[in-house]
């Protein structure tokens, strides 16, 4: 079974650009989390999807949203980047009724 | 709200010492609680994870403990290797269904 696979991998972005990162979950597993990393902060949690509904939502600004699909494929917009928004981005899926969540390789974000 | 602390920041051992990780967390209302292994520049790897109901897990040369009560787990690493060398994350998922994580400690073992 295939794991939790993000794209891209790396991104380079300036300033005021957005920026769309994309999250494909194992197989079956309907529940999709985001997370930030930073040096400073550590991880964060960013927001969690399932069934393409938002069940959760972490304490960061309106200008990061994100989307779910109906094949459980999920999707996280940043708009008008900041310096600020450089960090790993990591992408976690669950299976349906667990407490579980596996964790994709990241997508790690330079603004520049 | 769930703060996850981690202790110690760093820590430098020479090769085939066993050595002991330190989480703890402020609200014992949680489903469960994962150590995870991180390296440099890479995703996390899930080592151990441990359920709300439970006391330990093991897995080879790793050992985690959880006591909810307390607000506290370890990890335990038998006869370390360089190639343990990494940071080590602990994360609690709590009601809001999201997983809070400590700061990690980063571990380098000497050859």
Known sequence: ???????????????????????????GHRSVSWYQQTP??????????????????????GRFSGRQFSNSRSEM???TLEL???????????????????????TRLSVL | KQEVTQIPAALSVPEGENLVLNCSFTDSAIYNLQWFRQDPGKGLTSLLLIQSSQREQTSGRLNASLDKSSGRSTLYIAASQPGDSATYLCAVLGSAR??????????????
């Open chain 2, 98 to 111: 999201q997983l809070t994580f400590g700061s990690g400690t980063q571990l380098t073992v000497l050859p």
């Open chain 1, 77 to 79: 917009n940043v708009s």
């Open chain 1, 1 to 27: 079974k295939a794991g939790v696979t993000q794209t891209p991998r790396y991104l380079i972005k300036t300033r005021g650009q957005q920026v769309t990162l994309s999250c494909s979950p194992i197989s």
């Open chain 1, 40 to 61: 400073g902060q550590g991880l964060q949690f960013l927001f969690e999807y399932f069934s393409e509904t938002q069940r959760n939502k972490g304490n960061f600004p």
């Open chain 1, 84 to 106: 600020g928004d450089s960090a790993l981005y990591l992408c976690a899926s669950g299976p349906p009724e667990t407490n579980i969540q596996y964790f994709g390789a990241g």
